[in-house]
């Protein structure tokens, strides 16, 4: 099994943006979900965002609608996550997940069975 690798974490102020990348060798978004989730110290895995299927429908979590946009290469492969208006409650290490349960909820970390090792994302106020 491949592991998707995070990449473009790092540490901005409140107001910055960022850009998360996902390389997920041997996976595509067609009959799939490629997804973004977050996790904070001392909370649980959270989903920020989704991109499925070969329509590349996308998903997002209400925290971080209309402030992050997920998106695909056109080899649907690599995905990205473009983060703006970042805020503090958005420090977190943020996972790429994917080969998916189809069926399940995009949002539902257990629907996944490969993930990422995580790339740290930090904003101060």
């Known amino acids: 099994q491949v592991q998707p690798v995070e990449s473009g974490g790092g540490s901005v102020q409140a107001g910055g943006s960022l850009r998360l990348s996902c390389a997920a060798s041997g996976y595509t978004t067609s009959n799939n979900c490629i997804s973004w989730f977050r996790q904070a110290p001392a909370k649980g895995r959270e989903g920020v965002a989704a991109i499925c299927s070969s329509y590349g429908a996308t998903y997002y979590a209400d925290s971080v609608k209309g402030r992050f946009t997920i998106s695909q290469a056109s080899a649907k492969n690599t995905v990205y996550l473009q983060m703006n208006s970042l805020k503090p409650e958005d420090t977190a290490m943020y996972y790429c997940?994917?080969?998916?349960?189809?069926?399940?909820?995009?949002?539902?970390?257990?629907?996944?069975?490969?993930w990422g090792q995580g790339t740290q994302v930090t904003v101060s106020s």
């Open positions: 997940a994917t080969d998916f349960r189809l069926g399940g909820v995009w949002s539902t970390s257990e629907n996944y069975r490969a």
